[in-house]
């Protein structure tokens, strides 16, 4: 049973519009990630935070900002969608120890 | 940096085969190493870990041993499945990197009839 959230699964939407992708964890984890995952499969990482108020930007460059104001909650946005946008987007959470990840089901998003 | 090379996909099998996917890696502390499996329209799972030389992960079926002196972690399996048709990820956790995990590219397994 999944712990972490995400939603929408699916989202097909037009250029140009203000975008929320939700993630919630009830694992009590402090460590959350966004992933974006291309069609050849690979996966970079666009966000990260450690903690309340803690928001760092990842390896691949992103239109998109995230915020921590909850210890549970993870939402990505991106204001002006674009065909660009489309992919795979994944929620993790960690804690502090070397049990790895804990993915959600990820976000299909399509800009039309 | 940290890297993880995997084993080019697709790879295809029949069912009852023996499986290998190679991994290798290149980190600069003594990191932890993982193996996440991603079915068809589903997020990644955690398939199975090593978190020092020598040992081994396993989990249904699979198994990995952490060769510090090779750099490697590569993926087994005595027989699959059909089900086990996945995309299958090698990972490592940099310690001192506040335990971000560095990804392979993947690797697509095809398990046929």
């Known amino acids: 049973e999944a712990d972490i959230y995400q939603t929408p699964r699916y989202l097909v939407i037009g250029t140009g519009k203000k975008i929320t992708l939700e993630c919630s964890q009830t694992?009590?984890?402090?460590?959350m990630y966004w992933y974006q995952q291309d069609p050849g499969m690979e996966l970079h990482l666009i966000h990260y935070s450690y903690g309340v108020n803690s928001t760092e930007k990842g390896d691949l460059s992103s239109e998109s900002t995230v915020s921590r104001i909850r210890t549970e909650h993870f939402p990505l946005t991106l204001e002006s969608a674009r065909p660009s946008h489309t992919s795979q987007y994944l929620c993790a959470s960690s804690d502090l120890t070397d049990y790895g990840y804990t993915f959600g089901s990820g976000t299909r998003l399509t800009v039309v | 940096g940290d890297s993880v090379t995997q084993m080019e996909g697709p790879v295809t099998l029949s069912e009852e085969a023996f499986l290998t996917i190679n991994c290798t890696y290149t980190a600069t502390g003594y990191p932890s190493l993982f193996w996440y499996v991603q079915y068809p329209g589903e997020g990644l799972q955690l398939l199975l870990k090593?978190?020092?030389?020598?040992d081994k992960g396993s989990n249904k079926g699979f198994e990995a041993t952490y060769r510090k002196e090779t750099t490697s972690f590569h993926l087994e399996k005595g027989s699959v499945q059909v089900s086990d048709s996945a995309v299958y990820f090698c990972a490592l956790s940099d310690r001192g990197g506040g335990n971000k995990l560095t990804f392979g590219t993947g690797t697509q397994l095809k398990v046929e009839l």
């Open positions: 090593a978190t020092k030389a020598d």
């Open positions: 694992m009590g984890h402090d460590k």
